[in-house]
């Protein structure tokens, strides 16, 4: 397929707005040409995910922009990096490791982005409407902007996402295209109790099932309760995209592209459909299939949550990934009581969000209690975690998945409840009998 470029396209490429725009300009139609994109897109949003530090080259990228005179072209806000910038001091990093990281972070505000460092973007404002055009990395946010917000991004992982920035163009493609967000499978929930339906502790259960089964397809869920919140549908979402590929899933009557579940399914007239990321996954109606969620199926996806095995103590906690929100802290403040915590206890969340909590006064009670609060970063991602290794409890299915492999420890999952009454002695407690029927 031949790339057409619009004027002020060809005008980018050719340096109208910098040796750094022209050079995200390259990046962005190579992009576009290998994926076999006929045109590109203009976006009106941009998050980043490429200012964690992994290495040198990230640095040199980021400052290569910066020197370039870069600046984004639209609203763009930042992911995590590899420090706690208000909170220094908890970051068990070498002298190099932290400087760089730093000095990455820098860049990418250098370049106009704003300095929000979170997984949860639309948790701090940046929530871009039905329909519209963005290009977001970050798996989780990949997820929640197409599914629960509407809006409409594929996968943009590091550096791809900084050049969609600052050219305020993507490549139109996959799930860009409207035809291309059409469900190929239902998972019918109706059969579950409505009692677990109910609970935070399914949803992280239900995304790993979801992304485990359905890898990269797109699902319309049936049955879910109408009043399903958007903590729910982010840890549905995150942990959908941490075990497979979800980067969109509809909620009959719940998410805006499906009020009904017919309404969102694949039908014959999108055959044809082209720039396709996974072609079996748009295949047309008779690849339609519906899926009943059982009893069995929910207990499989519980059970590879967690690793640590049949065990009766925990090291320690850890909550927030994607970052919390201040309905989770307000939850969590209620869960505590005030009571001292046994183990270490860490939650990470964004700036922004640890700013309302501190005007609130929750998150000075949560640190008397014991509570560890780190923003702009993650423990999964960041070595803030003790060295010693052994056993993490958290209710979040992306921590669940990462925690074993990045931090060394064995996880446990379980809901808010069981990980704060597990935290205030050190003995497992978990509430085994929600999820039987």
Known sequence: M??????????????SSGEATAMCMRVVIAAAELLGAESLVEISSSHIDGCLYHGDGGVEFAEALVKGGGQVAVPTTLNVGALDLLHPDVVQADAHNTDMARRQMEAYVALGAQPTFTCA????????????????????AIAFVNSVLGART????????????????????????????????????????????????????????????????????????????????????????????????????????????????????????????????????????????????????????????????????????????????????????????????????????????????????LRASGVEIVADTCVVVTPILEAKGGVLMTNSGKFAHYGPSNTGYDVLYGSLEDCVESSITGSVVRNHEVWTW
């Open 154 to 365: 594929e996968r943009y992982g590091d550096f791809l996402d900084a050049c969609c920035a600052l050219t305020a163009r993507a490549p139109f493609y996959g799930l860009h295209v409207e035809e291309n967000r059409k469900a190929t499978v239902v998972v019918d929930a109706t059969g579950v109790p409505e009692t677990l339906k109910s609970r935070d502790v399914f949803y992280p259960v239900l995304g790993t099932w979801l992304g485990l089964e359905l890898g990269s397809e797109i699902s319309v869920i049936r049955g879910l309760p109408s009043t399903t919140t958007r903590d729910q549908l982010k840890a549905l979402g995150a942990a959908g995209a941490s075990s497979g590929a979800v980067a969109l899933f509809h909620v009959e009557g719940v998410t805006p592209e499906a009020p009904t579940v017919e309404s969102i399914l694949k039908s014959a007239s999108d055959r044809s459909v082209a720039n396709l990321t996974d072609e079996s996954s748009f295949a047309g109606a008779d690849l339609v299939r519906t899926i009943e969620l059982e009893a069995s199926g929910i207990q499989a996806a519980l059970e590879r949550l967690s690793t640590a095995g049949d065990i009766e103590r925990i090291d320690a906690v850890a909550l927030g990934s994607p970052h919390f929100s201040d309905l989770e802290f307000r939850a969590l403040h209620r869960c505590l009581r005030g009571r001292r915590l046994g183990v270490p206890f860490y939650v990470c969340t964004a700036r922004d969000t640890l700013s309302e909590m501190d005007a609130a006064g929750i998150s000075k009670d």
């Open 2 to 15: 031949t790339l057409h470029l619009t004027q002020i396209e060809r005008e980018l490429l050719a340096g």
């Open 121 to 140: 973007p639309y948790q701090v404002g940046h929530e871009p409407k039905v329909g519209e055009q963005v290009a977001w990395g970050e798996s989780n």
